[in-house]
């Protein structure tokens, strides 16, 4: 059997061959069919090149669970929020010790049982911080108001439904939770490039991504060392069935910026790393469409 390592550089490196000389749609596109079918899973990919007005993906319109990627629009509502005063980002939320959640990083480590909105926003993306994300959708109205944003913004497929932690797992049957790889390529693009925020929140909501700690290994594993990229990442599904999803963008110097959002259902028995080497892949094979 293949180690992880081994099957890393395969996925990773036979992306580099898959893309071919020639960029554009036909070739990336066969590109994350053949991923997908070395893979054994289920991949849906978004790939939008803001700097040529174009797009391409593999299952593009389909829909996936978003996990904990979510909360790059969550933090990004709450930045709209602010400017239009409904909120100053240094109030301070409190939340009650019972209310924390597993993979709490920075609200566990806050012993009062408080932080500034600006706080909690930075925490769920660059941590993904489970108790942030659920405090802050608290604050706005519940899930049905981040669903109610994304329609604000032209985003007229992805919906939140629950808080964390069940917002992980999709019901078999149900679209809960759920999003597809075109919507929120696009929905990325408005949010960093876009009207919906002025350009400082957006420079912050950009730099936040630039520090998260918890895609290393996925997306931005497959861009060239010398871009410039930020990403948010998502992790769950149930048991036997998990999901690896994240949303980057990546831009080399002087160009602007591809969005990618990537969503991969691994086989049950593939190992965490083996699944976030096929979203480097991804990675690659985008980077390679802007040459």
Do not use: C
């Amino acid at each position: 059997m293949s180690s992880p390592i081994h099957r890393r550089h395969l996925f990773v490196g036979g992306a580099v061959a898959l893309i071919g000389a020639a960029p554009g749609q036909e070739p990336v596109t066969e590109a994350l069919r053949t991923l997908e079918r070395r893979s054994g899973g289920r991949l849906g990919v978004g790939i939008v090149d803001t700097a040529r007005g174009t797009s391409a993906g593999w299952r593009q319109h389909e829909r996936f669970t978003q996990a904990s990627s979510v909360k790059l629009s969550l933090a990004a509502m709450i930045l709209a929020e602010a400017e239009r005063g409904r909120l100053a980002l240094t109030d301070v939320l409190r939340w009650p010790r019972d209310d924390l959640l597993p993979h709490s990083p920075v609200t566990a480590a806050a012993t009062a049982g408080s932080l500034p909105i600006r706080d909690l926003a930075r925490a769920a993306v660059v941590t993904s911080d489970n108790t942030a994300a659920n405090v802050l959708l608290r604050r706005i109205g519940g899930p049905a108001r981040l669903t109610a944003f994304w329609r604000s913004t032209g985003d007229r497929i992805s919906r939140l439904d629950r808080y964390e932690p069940a917002l992980n797992v999709t019901p078999p049957g149900t679209s809960l939770d759920t999003t597809t790889p075109a919507a929120m390529a696009a929905t990325v693009g408005r949010l960093l490039r876009g009207k919906v925020l002025q350009p400082a929140a957006r420079t912050l909501l950009g730099e936040w991504m630039i520090a998260a700690a918890t895609g290393r290994q996925r997306l931005r594993a497959g861009f060239p060392s010398d871009w410039r990229a930020g990403d948010k990442t998502g992790t769950g599904g149930a048991a036997g069935h998990p999901i690896f999803v994240d949303l980057a963008f990546g831009a080399s110097p002087g160009r602007a910026p591809l969005i990618v959002t990537a969503y991969f259902e691994p086989p049950a028995a593939m190992a965490s790393a083996e699944a976030e080497a096929v979203l480097a892949a991804v990675g690659r094979i985008a980077a390679g469409s802007a040459e």
